[in-house]
T-cell receptor, first 107, second 122 residues
Framework: DIQMTQSPSTLSASVGDRVTITCRAS??????LAWYQQKPGKAPKLLIY???SLESGVPSRFSGSGSGTEFTLTISSLQPDDFATYYC?????????FGQGTKVEIK | EVQLVESGGGLVQPGGSLRLSCAAS????????MNWVRQAPGKGLEWVSY????????YYVDSVKGRFTISRDNAKNSLYLQMNSLRDEDTAVYYC????WGDGYYYGMDVWGQGTTVTVSS
């Protein structure tokens, strides 16, 4: 199984900050990676697919990059609505696996 | 409106069974592969099972193989998860999710239900 490791696990930031979350795969997954945002008590929301493609309706302050085993999600200017938990997920091969999550908290 | 609505969760004793349902609307259900994903209390997301649009391909995470069965009825726009021999560690919110695809490739899960809670406890 492909293991996905996110860092950091928790991130404290202020409105307007540039935020970067890293996701590492235990083996190459090409660009078959998605990023999701989840708020408490809600279903996850797709933000980025194929490592860097922005899902329709997602603000352009979100961006993704990377390939192979190293990926990043960047929020260019953190907004109040962005405080949430973020997950990466590989869909290169079954079982599809998620990272453990990164909680973005208010500093 | 594109929508997925899960049902069927509840409290069940260890060793018991439950059948989850996911009703799809607002899109051509038969054209999409689907996943079940779960989230234990206070924990992260875990992919559980996949079914292709025609039911020809099915996958499970190892921890549920032999106990859970995914199925679908395209005529009823519905997805199912039959869960047998339930264990304490199956306690979670269960989500059904539509798999985004294009140009012959999968692109993650773009539509999610609100989730249904399964609690396994004596």
């Amino acid at each position: 199984d492909i293991q996905m490791t996110q860092s950091p696990s928790t991130l404290s930031a202020s409105v307007g900050d540039r935020v970067t979350i890293t996701c590492r795969a235990s083996q190459s997954i090409s660009r078959w990676l998605a990023w999701y945002q989840q708020k408490p008590g809600k279903a996850p929301k797709l933000l980025i697919y194929k490592a860097s493609s922005l899902e329709s309706g997602v603000p352009s302050r979100f961006s993704g990059s990377g390939s192979g085993t190293e990926f990043t999600l960047t929020i260019s200017s953190l907004q109040p609505d962005d405080f949430a938990t973020y997950y990466c997920q590989q869909y290169n091969s079954s079982p599809w696996t998620f990272g453990q999550g990164t909680k973005v908290e208010i500093k | 409106e594109v929508q997925l609505v899960e049902s069927g969760g509840g409290l069940v004793q260890p060793g018991g069974s439950l059948r989850l349902s996911c009703a799809a609307s607002g899109f051509t259900f038969s054209s999409y592969s689907m996943n079940w994903v779960r989230q234990a209390p206070g924990k992260g997301l875990e992919w559980v099972s996949y079914i292709s649009s025609s039911s020809s391909t099915i996958y499970y995470v190892d921890s549920v193989k032999g106990r859970f069965t995914i199925s679908r009825d395209n005529a009823k726009n519905s997805l199912y998860l039959q869960m047998n021999s339930l264990r304490d560690e199956d306690t979670a919110v269960y989500y059904c999710a539509r798999i985004k695809w294009g140009d012959g490739y999968y692109y993650g899960m773009d539509v999610w239900g609100q989730g249904t809670t399964v609690t396994v406890s004596s």
